[in-house]
């Protein structure tokens, strides 16, 4: 319980600063305003002197109670009875040493004629300023009460959103385990067919089918993947389409060193290309750059993918990321430009 807590603390709860000092001046307020109106000689000093005695009154009661306020919430006593001894314990000490630090002040309001008493006076102040600080304590017993409402409902929202990430994972594994042996039993088909025309360009072509696939397997292992093997994935994809001879297809690569490790979901990017290219063969470019926290990916086709496969990548990246997710095209000439943001994860 360092001065450098207490100041961090302080520096997070503002409200609790505010709430404190309109407490701690409330009572100085009132006993300023009543001297002023039943002042023998208001004279500017005297005026002066019970301004200052009730400034250092109100302040000192300031920086009591936040100090006081703090160590409570540090000890933290889970048993309601000893948190309300605490507590009371704490108004008072705070109470009591704002009076007797600022005791000067009952000497100059009997001077002035404005209390009888110096007895009643102290009772009547010090059963105002009591009340004042129970007050506070309360109000810093409900802010920390909703500080860790607020707390849970964050924790909540977290988890809520991390399963909404597992199930969408989850459904990506299932769509992969679809599509891809459906590619593959296709490749092996235009395979079959090389050897029967072009032994050299069959043989080309089974090696791009196994780097393919060593880039596609780890896919349907794990729910997550990265810009390198997306994007590694994608350019063996497009080499696999040009060799079978459907069209030509080329792909050119161009990932960022800060990018290369970003974490980038499964089965967004290779079903529009496939989209695509199955519309029209042409070039191809994949370019991923970072920008802060953010990792943007701009994939360039030949033709415009189906808005059926644009929705289901929308739908993926929204349950994966929500709002922070974003999926954008334009098209010209008849080719299409797919930029994609996602908040930038390590992979």
């Known amino acids: 319980m360092g001065v450098r807590s207490l100041v961090n603390w302080l520096a997070s709860h503002r409200n609790t600063i505010s709430v ?12 300023f305003v009543g001297d002023l109106s039943v002042m023998r000689e208001p004279t500017l000093w005297a005026v002066a ?21 703090y160590v409570l919430l540090r000890l933290d006593p889970h048993h309601r009875f000893a948190r309300g001894a605490l507590t009371l314990v704490f108004a008072t000490a705070a ?63 977290a988890a809520h959103l991390e399963s909404r990430r597992r199930a969408a994972q989850m459904r990506l594994q299932a769509v992969q385990a679809r599509v891809d042996p459906n590619l593959l039993f296709d490749m092996l088909e235009s395979v079959k067919r090389c050897y029967e025309e072009d032994a050299s360009r069959a ?20 729910a997550s993947s990265s810009v390198a093997s997306e994007a590694e994935l994608a350019r063996a994809y497009a080499q696999l389409r040009a060799l079978a001879g459907a ?33 029209r063969g042409g070039g191809c470019d994949l370019a991923v750059t970072r920008h802060r926290d953010e990792c943007r990916v701009v994939l360039g086709l030949p033709a415009r993918p189906s808005e059926a496969a644009l ?14 997710a974003t999926l954008a095209i334009g098209t010209s000439a008849g080719a299409a430009t797919t930029s994609i943001m996602v908040p930038f994860e390590h992979a």
């Open 20 to 31: 404190a000092g309109l407490l701690s001046f409330a009572g100085p307020a009132t006993f």
């Open 311 to 324: 929705d289901r990548a929308r739908a993926l990246l929204g349950e994966l990321y929500g709002a922070s």
């Open 203 to 222: 043989e080309q072509l089974l090696d791009e089918l196994i780097a393919f696939l060593r880039a596609a397997l780890p896919r349907l292992r794990c």
């Open 95 to 157: 109470v009591l040493l704002a009076d007797l630090a600022t005791a000067g002040r009952v000497r100059s309001q009997l001077k002035q004629g404005v209390v009888a008493s110096q007895l009643t006076m102290q009772l009547y102040s010090t059963s105002f300023t009591m009340t004042m600080s129970l007050l506070f304590f309360a109000h810093l017993r409900s802010s920390r009460m909703g500080e860790a409402a607020a707390m849970r409902l964050a924790a909540a929202q």
């Open 247 to 279: 069209a030509e297809v080329s792909m050119t690569l161009d990932v960022s060193r800060e990018a290369m490790n970003a974490q980038f979901p499964p089965g967004v990017l290779l079903p529009l290309l496939d989209d695509a290219l199955r519309k």
């Open 49 to 69: 002197t019970i301004t200052l005695w009730f400034l250092m009154y109100g302040g000192l009661l300031w920086s009591l109670l936040l100090i006081f306020g």
